[in-house]
């Protein structure tokens, strides 16, 4: 099994940037393709970004395009998640997740971190 720990959340102002990482342990990150999910409160979890176990393809939220950009050291067994120009609408927990195939659902990932609060003031 992997563990996943993420960290880097906090409070910006819009149009600021942060930069999420996800460390994992227990089993090394390459194998496993990687994703991003985000919860708000009151709404249903929703895709962010996926990446393959190599980080040579990655997969957006149509709605985040060219705004976040996910990426992955494996010798490091990190993952990253950089947010720019963010609004008060990406406020959300942010999660990571492991699994053995790329996918943009919750069910394509089996093991998840606990999350890291991202709040975004206007």
């Known amino acids: 099994q992997v563990q996943l720990v993420e960290s880097g959340g906090g409070l910006v102002q819009a149009g600021g940037s942060l930069r999420l990482s996800c460390a994992a342990s227990?089993?090394?990150?390459?194998?496993?393709?990687m994703g991003w999910f985000r919860q708000a409160p009151g709404k249903e979890r929703e895709f962010v970004a996926a990446?393959?176990?190599?980080?040579?393809?990655?997969y957006y939220a149509d709605s985040l395009k060219g705004r976040f950009t996910t990426s992955r050291n494996n010798a490091k067994n990190t993952m990253y998640l950089q947010m720019n120009s963010l609004t008060p609408e990406d406020t959300a927990v942010y999660s990571c997740a492991a699994g053995l195939y790329i996918g943009n659902t919750t069910t394509n990932y089996n093991y998840w971190g606990q999350g890291t609060q991202v709040t975004v003031s206007s």
């Open positions: 990446i393959s176990r190599s980080g040579g393809s990655a």
């Open positions: 227990g089993r090394a990150l390459s194998s496993y393709a």
